[in-house]
């Protein structure tokens, strides 16, 4: 796919809207990740550590965002992804994940992007640096 | 006292990026791109090999920084944030290690939290850096008092 490059700016990538936050998804994302505090998978241990229930991992949330950039990998990559994480993802929630061009820097395209659930609360916000530069060292 | 642990490193690590890890890691997120893991699309792509995504490095192992013992419960994940050189290659070794760039605490309406800010370094085998992550981990005060017991 191309057209990253023909962006003008303030304009958005199609936004992702997930499927509702599934168990399965937090069990699967674990063991792919390693990442087993059971605070994501478990009940009980979320309860016990004082919340409502299981939640997402933020870096399950995390790498999904980056599904925006995906269709573009063929021309350039995310050479800055930096995320703060501002809210707790649930079971059942449904996030949708967007990011808007702010500026064009060269070859290096600087957008901003936000994880948000169906209430449009924020639950991640952020910015990437995806550039099409990339050196021929391989 | 928890300052003590500026500055201090793990040893480096060598992790391989093995091609099943990067598709069961790429599938738990819904993330598909040939690039990925067909392994013809990633020889006709630009970089002429499959690569993993942005966040994978969270597989890696960059071994424990020593005298850092992190409580199981009482931590938030603030803020993560990768810079890259370039993507990183599936087959590729990855030398990995992680330093404590900076602690401090602040207090605020739920007592006196502590900020650790680690960084996890990734280099290729000529030691050319691939990736830089750094990680910031809120403690809230009943884990921070534990950590300093």
Known sequence: MSGLDQMEIGEALPTIQLAPVARLDLIKYAGASGDFNPIHTID??????????????GMWTMGNLAKLFTPYLGEGFMRDYAIRFKGMVFLGDVVSLRAVLKEKEGETLHFDVEAVNQDDK????????FSMEIEEVF | MLEEIIGKKSGKVKNRIERGAVKKFVE??????PL???????????????????????????????????PDKGLIHGEQNYHYTRPLFVGEEVHCWREVKDYYEKTGNFGRMGFLIVTFYGEDASGQLLFSEERIVIINEAARREMEA
Request: hydrophobic share 35%; aromatic share 6%.
């Open chain 2, 28 to 33: 738990a997120l819904g993330n598909s791109s």
């Open chain 1, 44 to 57: 009980a241990d979320a309860e016990s550590a004082g919340l409502p229930g299981i939640i997402a991992h």
């Open chain 1, 122 to 129: 924020k639950v991640l916000s952020g910015k990437v640096a």
């Open chain 2, 36 to 70: 990925f893991t067909d392994e013809e699309a990633g020889k006709r792509s630009r970089y002429g090999r499959n690569i993993a995504p942005p966040t994978f490095p969270v597989t890696f192992d960059g071994g424990s920084i020593p005298g850092l013992h992190l």
